[in-house]
C-alpha cells in the first residue's frame, strides 16, 4: 500500500506561480512511475504530467514550457513536485497526485485545489 498526500494548493492571480508537493509513504520501494493530474469542474480527470524510475517525463500539450515534474527520494521517503509558472485561468482544477506500482495497482491522492483568477 502507498499512501499520497498533496499540498501546495491555493488561490493565484494570472501569470503567477504555485508550487505543489505529494509525499508518498508506505510501500515507495515498489513504485514505479509517479504522475500529476487534474480535474477541472464538469471535466473528466486528465493527465498533467508524469515521471518513471527511469527519468522519463510525459507532459500534456497544454502545460508543457509552464509546467516542471520532479522527484526526490530519500530513504524512507519520496516527494513528487510540480512547478507551475505562467498559470492561466484554464489550469483551475484539483491537482491528484498519483503512483503506480510494479503491479500496476494504481494510488490516489485526495487532491489539492489550484484556483487561478484575479
Known amino acids: 500500500q502507498v499512501q499520497l498526500v498533496e499540498s501546495g494548493g491555493g488561490l493565484v492571480q494570472p501569470g503567477g506561480s504555485l508550487r505543489l508537493s505529494c509525499a508518498a509513504s508506505?510501500?515507495?520501494?515498489?513504485?514505479?512511475?509517479m504522475a500529476w493530474y487534474r480535474q477541472a469542474p464538469g471535466k473528466q480527470r486528465e493527465l498533467v504530467a508524469a515521471?518513471?524510475?527511469?527519468?522519463?517525463?510525459?507532459?500534456a500539450d497544454s502545460v508543457k514550457g509552464r509546467f516542471t515534474i520532479s522527484r526526490d527520494n530519500t530513504q524512507n521517503s519520496m516527494y513528487l513536485q510540480l512547478q507551475m509558472n505562467s498559470l492561466k485561468p484554464e489550469d483551475t482544477a484539483v491537482y491528484y497526485c498519483?503512483?503506480?506500482?510494479?503491479?500496476?495497482?494504481?494510488?490516489w491522492g485526495k487532491g489539492t485545489l489550484v484556483t487561478v483568477s484575479s
Open positions: 498519483n503512483a503506480v506500482d510494479g503491479l500496476g495497482l494504481g494510488y
Open positions: 508506505g510501500s515507495i520501494d515498489a513504485i514505479n512511475a
Open positions: 515521471k518513471t524510475n527511469g527519468g522519463i517525463t510525459n507532459y
